[in-house]
C-alpha cells in the first residue's frame, strides 16, 4: 500500500511538471525544445494522410451505401462484432416488384413479358452491384479503415510520449536554470555565517538537475528515434493504398463494364420487343384495322424502321450463312437511310465497318440479316454495324 502511495505521489508530480510547463509555454514564459525540420515534414506529412484517408473512406463509404440508416447499422455490426445480415440491393428489390407485377398483369401480354425482361436485367445489375460492394470493401476500404485503427493508433500513442518526453526534458532545463541562478546569485553574497552551507546546497541541487536532465534528455531522444521510424513508414503506407486503389478502380471498371453489356442486351430484347408490342396493338386495336401506319407511328414515333429487302429466290444469302464480303455487297435500289453514329465502335473483324461517335454513315438491311445488324457505308468503305450504335435519321 505504500508502494501505491508513493508511485501515486510521483505520478501526480510528473503530471503537475508537465502541466506548469505546458501552461507556460503557451504563456510564453518558458522555452519549448523544437524539433528538426525533416521530423516536423514527417509529421505534417503524416497528419495530412490521416485527414485525408478519413475523409476518401467516408466519401467511398457513402458511394457504396448511400442510404445513412444502413452505413449506422453496419457500423453498430461492426463493433459488436457481429456478422452484416444480408441486404438487398435496389437493383434485386425492383426485379422483384417487376417480376411480381408481371405475374399480376399476365406474363403472356406485352408489358408483362416486358417486365419480366427488364427485372431480369435489374436483378442482374443488382448482382454485379452487390459483387462490386464486396469487392470494393475488401479491396479498398478494409486496408483505409486497417491504418486508422492499427498504424495510425500506434503513431499517435508514441506521438503522446514523445511530447510528455519533451515536456519533461523542457521542465528539467527551467528546473536546471533556475538552480544555477540561485547558486549564482547565493555565490554573490559574502555572508561568512551561512553562505558556505547553502552554496553546498545549491551546488547539489544543480548537481542534481544535471544528472536528470541527462537522463530526460535520453529517453527524450530515444522515444523520437521510435517515433520517426514509425512516421517514415507513411511511405510505405502510400505504396499499400495506391495498390488498394488500382484495385478499387478495376472492380469499378469491372462493374460498369458489366452494367454496360447488360443495358445494351436489354436494348436488344426490347427492340424486338417493341415490334411484337406494336404487331399486337394492330391485331388487337380496332382502330389499327382502318389506320395501321397511323397507330404504329403514335406507338413508336421515335423508333424508325429500316425498310428490309424480301428475300430474292437463286440469290445466295451470304448473310445467312454468316460471311459478308462487303466488296459483293450492293446496296437495294431503295430503302437506304442516313444514320448519325452515336458511340465509337471498334471492327472486330473484316465484314464490320469501325465507326466514330457523331460521323454520319448511310445504312440499309439485306435479305435474311439479323435484326440487330445493318450494312453501312462510308464513302468507299462499307460493312456491317450494330444497331444500338446508331441513330436513324429520316
Given at each position: ?130 459483387d462490386f460492394i464486396h469487392s470494393a470493401s475488401i479491396n479498398f476500404l478494409t486496408p483505409l479503415r486497417n491504418f486508422l485503427e492499427g498504424d495510425w493508433r500506434t503513431i499517435s500513442k508514441e506521438r503522446r510520449i514523445l511530447q510528455n518526453r ?139 424502321t429500316i425498310p428490309v429487302v424480301p428475300t430474292i429466290v437463286g440469290v445466295p444469302n451470304t448473310v445467312a450463312e454468316g460471311v459478308l464480303n462487303p466488296n459483293e455487297v450492293k446496296p437495294p435500289a431503295s430503302g437506304t437511310r442516313k444514320a ?19 460521323e454520319m454513315i448511310t445504312v440499309y438491311s439485306l435479305p435474311g440479316m439479323d435484326p440487330d445488324w445493318l450494312i453501312g457505308e462510308r464513302g468507299n468503305q462499307k460493312g456491317k454495324v450494330p444497331v444500338t450504335y446508331l441513330e436513324l435519321l429520316?
Amino acid at each position: 500500500m505504500d508502494f501505491n502511495v508513493k508511485k501515486l505521489a510521483s505520478d501526480a508530480g510528473v503530471f503537475f511538471s508537465r502541466a506548469v510547463q505546458f501552461t507556460e509555454e503557451k504563456l510564453g514564459q518558458a522555452e519549448k525544445t523544437e524539433l528538426d525540420a525533416h521530423f516536423e515534414n514527417l509529421l505534417a506529412r503524416a497528419d495530412c494522410t490521416k485527414n485525408w484517408t478519413e475523409k476518401i473512406l467516408r466519401q467511398t463509404e457513402v458511394l457504396l451505401q448511400p442510404n445513412p440508416s444502413a452505413r449506422v447499422e453496419e457500423f453498430l455490426y461492426e463493433k459488436l462484432d457481429r456478422k452484416v445480415p444480408s441486404r438487398v440491393t435496389n437493383g434485386e428489390l425492383l426485379a422483384q416488384y417487376m417480376t411480381e407485377a408481371a405475374n399480376d398483369f399476365g406474363p403472356g401480354t406485352p408489358y408483362g413479358k416486358t417486365l419480366i425482361k427488364v427485372g431480369e436485367t435489374q436483378r442482374r445489375l443488382g448482382a454485379a452491384e452487390r459483387d462490386f460492394i464486396h469487392s470494393a470493401s475488401i479491396n479498398f476500404l478494409t486496408p483505409l479503415r486497417n491504418f486508422l485503427e492499427g498504424d495510425w493508433r500506434t503513431i499517435s500513442k508514441e506521438r503522446r510520449i514523445l511530447q510528455n518526453r519533451r515536456l519533461d526534458l523542457d521542465a528539467c532545463k527551467a528546473r536546471l536554470k533556475k538552480a544555477k541562478a540561485a547558486e549564482a546569485k547565493a555565490a554573490a553574497v559574502p555572508d561568512f555565517q551561512e553562505t558556505r552551507p547553502r552554496n553546498y546546497v545549491l551546488s547539489a541541487s544543480a548537481s542534481a538537475a544535471e544528472h536528470e536532465l541527462r537522463l530526460t534528455q535520453t529517453e527524450f531522444d530515444r522515444q523520437a528515434e521510435v517515433t520517426r521510424l514509425l512516421l517514415e513508414g507513411i511511405n510505405s503506407t502510400h505504396v499499400n493504398h495506391l495498390r488498394c486503389l488500382h484495385e478499387f478502380v478495376e472492380s469499378q471498371t469491372n462493374y460498369y463494364a458489366q452494367c454496360y453489356q447488360y443495358m445494351l442486351d436489354l436494348q436488344k430484347q426490347l427492340g424486338r420487343f417493341s415490334g411484337t408490342f406494336v404487331g399486337n396493338a394492330e391485331s388487337t386495336s380496332p382502330a389499327a384495322a382502318t389506320s395501321p401506319p397511323a397507330v404504329a407511328a403514335a406507338t413508336v414515333p421515335a423508333v424508325p424502321t429500316i425498310p428490309v429487302v424480301p428475300t430474292i429466290v437463286g440469290v445466295p444469302n451470304t448473310v445467312a450463312e454468316g460471311v459478308l464480303n462487303p466488296n459483293e455487297v450492293k446496296p437495294p435500289a431503295s430503302g437506304t437511310r442516313k444514320a448519325r453514329v452515336l458511340y465509337d465502335y471498334e471492327a472486330a473483324d473484316s465484314s464490320e465497318l469501325a465507326l466514330l461517335a457523331d460521323e454520319m454513315i448511310t445504312v440499309y438491311s439485306l435479305p435474311g440479316m439479323d435484326p440487330d445488324w445493318l450494312i453501312g457505308e462510308r464513302g468507299n468503305q462499307k460493312g456491317k454495324v450494330p444497331v444500338t450504335y446508331l441513330e436513324l435519321l429520316s
